[in-house]
T-cell receptor, first 114, second 110 residues
Framework: ETGVTQTPRHLVMGMTNKKSLKCEQHLGHNAMYWYKQSAKKPLELMFVYNFKEQTENNSVPSRFSPECPNSSHLFLHLHTLQPEDSALYLC?????????????FGDGTRLSIL | QQQVKQSPQSLIVQKGGISIINCAYENTAFDYFPWYQQFPGKGPALLIAIRPDVSEKKEGRFTISFNKSAKQFSLHIMDSQPGDSATYFCAASKGNQFYFGTGTSLTVIP
């Protein structure tokens, strides 16, 4: 059983909807990450949080808004998404950010934008 | 510019054979090179990782070979089994930045 849990597993939303993805890790890690996985493309790192503070934002459009209330929980708030945002969104955690730390991934949320 | 290039895109191997997946990277500052295995409907799981101060790391049937001068590293799966059928991703990182390859879909035929 994965130590990183993502909900929901599947989400279908219209372009004008507002929804949130949730990630929870039970591994005692201090760093959390959001990735986007699209077919035939490399995983794209979106955001990095270290001890609840955002340390990386890889030029992600503002229609994606992350929130990290504590080291165990990470959210991705979605609003006014585009069809090209349809993808698998993966959450990961590691002991700390800064490289050389294995990342543990959740099973993702499959997002479809109508 | 793609920081990590992975090949082949797909691979079919007979049971008991050796599976080899190759990756090349651009940035010599990368200092951590993990390989992940992903099954359908699941997130990637860390398989094995290497740092650039060693040329080879072996864990069971999985071996990473690392060539720092050529900026290349590869995953070798010995005695490949049908249960190894999955998508494999290489990655390279420095600090908070992780760059992944596009993945290799491995099918092991019984």
């Amino acid at each position: 059983e994965t130590g990183v849990t993502q909900t929901p597993r599947h989400l279908v939303m219209g372009m004008t909807n507002k929804k949130s993805l949730k990630c929870e890790q039970h591994l005692g890690h201090n760093a959390m990450y959001w990735y986007k996985q699209s077919a035939k493309k490399p995983l794209e790192l979106m955001f990095v949080y270290n001890f609840k503070e955002q340390t990386e934002n890889n030029s992600v459009p503002s229609r994606f808004s992350p929130e990290c209330p504590n080291s165990s929980h990470l959210f991705l708030h979605l609003h006014t998404l585009q069809p090209e945002d349809s993808a698998l969104y993966l959450c990961a955690s590691s002991q700390a950010s800064g490289g050389n730390q294995p990342q543990h991934f959740g099973d993702g949320t499959r997002l479809s934008i109508l | 510019q793609q920081q990590v290039k992975q090949s082949p895109q797909s691979l079919i191997v007979q049971k008991g054979g050796i599976s080899i997946i190759n990756c090349a990277y651009e940035n010599t500052a990368f200092d951590y090179f993990p390989w992940y295995q992903q099954f359908p409907g699941k997130g990637p799981a860390l398989l094995i990782a290497i740092r650039p101060d060693v040329s080879e790391k072996k864990e069971g049937r999985f071996t990473i070979s690392f060539n720092k001068s050529a900026k290349q590293f590869s995953l070798h799966i010995m005695d490949s089994q049908p249960g190894d059928s999955a998508t494999y991703f290489c990655a390279a990182s420095k600090g908070n930045q992780f760059y992944f390859g596009t993945g290799t879909s491995l099918t092991v035929i019984p």
